[in-house]
């Protein structure tokens, strides 16, 4: 057996879809998908050694998102719910948080990046 790569503590954060969200739950790899391609989840992890072997700690899984963060959140019925009840704030609230998912790719991305370590959290 081999030793672990990292001798400390790991934290997984995974996104997992109820029932209430609205859609079918057998078609959840799908939904998962979805998130990530959208950007709304975002994939990474992050193993401080790699600093000392002059690799950004922090690696980056996802790509660049290729669908609309609307797209992926519409599925869901706790957003979908707005866009009936309040078009208007549903569609601001979907393009505001575009801005945000692609301004954190473009964060996390420049991080993956920086062997230096002159980006922080």
Known sequence: MSPPAHSGP????CYCPCINHGFDLNSQLQHQKMAVDSGYWTLLRY??????EGK???VLD????????AEYIYTE???K???RNNPE???KLADDLQKEVDARYAFYDAMSKDTEG????
Do not use: E, F, G
Request: aromatic share 2%; charged share 10%.
């Open 10 to 13: 790991s934290l997984i954060i």
């Open 47 to 52: 193993n401080p050694a790699l600093a000392a």
């Open 56 to 58: 950004a700690p922090l």
């Open 62 to 69: 996802s790509k660049k998102p290729t669908i609309p963060v």
């Open 77 to 79: 019925n706790r957003y």
């Open 81 to 83: 719910q707005l866009t």
């Open 89 to 91: 704030v549903a569609r």
């Open 118 to 121: 002159l980006i922080s959290l």
